[in-house]
């Protein structure tokens, strides 16, 4: 079954630490990863994209790894700020690129 | 351009109305969704239109009528709703099956819907 996890559920931080958010894919044939911030209320917004051939991107504060041979993505928040307080949603494309399923998503309260 | 616009942001309507919700894209994308998104849940798959074709409907109530009068436009018409279809509905695009790039989702900022 096609399937995206993502771990921790929620997550609390102080602002200014760094924290990590994982996910992990079970879909096939694999096309992309995409990690979107979602605001409450508001549409998710992409932060990084990551295809097959890739192991690190970073976007800012936002670093994104990809190991696709164990079919797992993390993304690393540096000094966090109390705007990154939001929904971060992992979205992998499979099937050449005609199907998305979307993981969970992790809640981020970044506290002062 | 890179932006899929939504209109309007909130919309409150009672069980008896017709409305709709609207979504433009000028990304030159040949794939257009409607998601539904309760709290705290991800988003739903509700439709996919491909060339402006209904590829994918996700077996969603009747009271929800999509349309895609050109490659821009995507609108879901609303009529006789149910309070438990309160929710935020998102527009997205894509490139489209057969589109050279990566095949990604661009969201909008969504419509918040409440349903009295």
């Known amino acids: 079954k096609n399937q995206v996890e993502q771990s921790p559920q929620s997550l609390i931080i102080l602002e200014g630490k760094n924290c990590t958010l994982q996910c992990n894919y079970t879909v096939s044939p694999f096309s992309n990863l995409r990690w979107y911030k979602q605001d409450t209320g508001r549409g998710p917004v992409s932060l990084t994209i990551?295809?097959?051939?890739?192991n690190t991107k970073s976007n800012g504060r936002y670093t994104a790894t990809l190991d696709a041979d164990t079919k797992q993505s993390s993304l690393h928040i540096t000094a966090s700020q109390l705007s990154d307080s939001a929904s971060y949603i992992c979205?992998?494309?499979?099937?050449?690129?005609?199907?998305?399923?979307f993981g969970p998503g992790t809640r981020l309260s970044v506290l002062p | 351009d890179t932006e899929v616009t939504q209109t309007p942001k909130h919309l409150v309507m009672g069980m008896t109305n017709k409305k709709s919700l609207k979504c433009e894209q000028h990304?030159?994308?040949?794939?257009m969704y409607w998601y539904k998104q309760k709290a705290k849940k991800p988003p739903e798959l509700m439709f996919v239109?491909?060339?402006?074709?209904?590829?994918i409907n996700e077996s969603v109530p009747s009271r929800f009528s999509p349309e895609c009068p050109n490659s821009s436009l995507l609108n879901l018409h609303l009529h006789a709703l149910q309070p438990e279809d309160s929710a935020l509905y998102l527009c997205?695009?894509?490139?489209?099956?057969?589109?050279?790039?990566?095949?990604?989702?661009?969201f909008g900022a969504g419509s918040r819907l409440t349903v009295l």
């Open positions: 990551m295809t097959f051939s890739e």
């Open positions: 990304m030159g994308h040949r794939a």
């Open positions: 997205a695009s894509s490139r489209g099956q057969g589109a050279p790039g990566a095949n990604v989702l661009t």
């Open positions: 979205v992998v494309t499979y099937n050449y690129g005609q199907n998305f399923v």
């Open positions: 239109y491909s060339y402006e074709k209904l590829s």
